[in-house]
């Protein structure tokens, strides 16, 4: 006797909070806040607010422009197949 047996695809979504620093496009205005100042520097992403906010105490500490930095949460969506 034969059997098929057939395979069954089970999609996986997981939803993970990621945060992200955030720094002021020009120091002393609140009005823009960006990730990168150029399309060269690195966006600090990071799975922990932990993480993010041992980076952002550092980069306050080497800015000498008084550059107020903020972290940004968002939920990202992970598609696994």
Partial sequence: MFVE??????LLNY???QYTI??????GDNS???AQL???????NY???EEANIKKTELES?????????????NDEINLS
């Fill in 5 to 10: 047996r057939g395979l069954r695809l089970k």
């Fill in 15 to 17: 939803t993970i909070m």
């Fill in 22 to 27: 955030m720094m002021q496009k020009i120091p």
């Fill in 32 to 34: 823009v806040y960006v």
């Fill in 38 to 44: 150029t399309n060269i520097q690195e966006a600090y």
């Fill in 47 to 49: 799975a922990t607010y």
């Fill in 62 to 74: 080497l800015d000498y422009t008084s550059r107020v930095y903020t972290i940004a949460s968002y």
